[in-house]
């Protein structure tokens, strides 16, 4: 990142643990850090940018495109497909705790597992703070797909039946109000399922600093099963807590393991180009966590 002012600079306490708990250093990204509470292991960023300034950075189709696309509309048609396969399979697993019904999928981005659900039969809705990522998603559930986060989203009490957030809980700042916000807004024996980052997965342990996931200043958690698990069990009963994965292109999967950015450098392109046109499922080094409303006593 380019220079960043002091006063755009926070240093939160643990959510789990509170303040007083001192912060053990693990990795060092200038001017940010990922830190560990020495109460319960929870890496974290601090010092982390202020919500106002990340804001800023999800607007427009910059940060987007960087992320959707990489190698132009070729390589996007093919990230396209392979989320929609991805999504597929995942809602095969979901469907064996909440098969139908009304699902909100927080930080939708261009709406691909929107598409999925509807094909599945569920009514999709949508949620992103990008404006972009909205206008793409509203392609393919019109204005059921809203501009916003899940803190405060003004949609009725209970009013869905599955709640997915797939790489987005660890961008959320305030994790303990989204958590709660999820269980306001879930129906009595409601689903959430959480994809996220695993800093206890392999791919994480051999990656070290160098981890994919490690993406600053974007990733402000990176949850564990033990953490996620805390931080969930005030609200949820945690019906099932797996690795994750997903179908990506060759290419994607080599640019990944070499550590490079898209699209690559010139003389990769043709080979990667070629690799983009195989799938591949892959685990990714991100736990699932499907979880439960625990209902009113
Ligand atoms: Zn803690």
């Not at 708990?21 to 990204?29: D, G, I, K």
């Not at 916003?148 to 009490?157: D, I, R, S």
């Not at 797996?242 to 699209?263: D, E, I, V």
Request: proline share 7%.
């Amino acid at each position: 990142m380019t220079s960043v002012a002091e006063s755009d600079l926070e240093r939160p306490d643990c959510p789990l643990c509170g303040p007083g708990v001192a912060q053990r250093l693990r990795h060092s990204f200038p001017p940010f850090a990922a830190v560990a509470c020495v109460g319960c292991g929870l890496l974290f960023l601090s010092p982390r940018l202020v919500a106002p300034r990340m804001l800023e950075r999800y607007q427009g189709a910059c940060y987007f495109d960087s992320e959707v696309a990489g190698q132009g509309y070729d390589e996007y048609l093919a990230v396209r497909e392979n989320w929609l396969r991805t999504f597929d399979a995942r809602l095969r697993v979901i469907a064996r705790h909440q098969r139908a019904g009304r699902v909100l999928d927080v930080g939708c981005g261009p709406g691909f597992f929107l598409e999925a659900a509807q094909r599945r039969g569920y009514e999709a809705w949508g949620l992103d703070p990008s404006a972009y990522a909205v206008e793409l998603a509203r392609r393919a559930c019109g204005d059921r797909v809203r501009q916003g986060v899940l803190e405060t989203a003004p949609f009725p009490a209970g009013h869905f039946d599955l709640l997915t957030a797939f790489d987005a809980f660890e961008h959320v700042y305030q994790p303990l109000d989204f958590v709660a916000a999820a269980e306001r807004l879930l129906a009595r024996d409601g689903v959430l399922v959480i994809t996220t980052p695993d800093p206890t997965s392999l791919l994480a342990r051999v990656s070290g600093r160098r981890w994919v996931s490690f993406k600053i200043p974007e990733h402000v958690f990176y949850w564990s099963p033990a953490t996620i698990r805390r931080a969930l069990a005030p609200r949820f009963e945690v019906l099932a807590l797996t690795g994750a994965g997903q179908y990506a292109t060759a290419g994607f999967l080599l640019r990944r393991l070499l550590g490079l950015s898209a699209p690559g450098p010139r003389f990769l392109r043709p080979p990667l180009a070629l690799l983009n046109r195989v799938s591949l499922y892959a685990n990714n080094g991100s736990l699932t966590v499907i979880a439960r409303r625990r209902s009113a006593a």
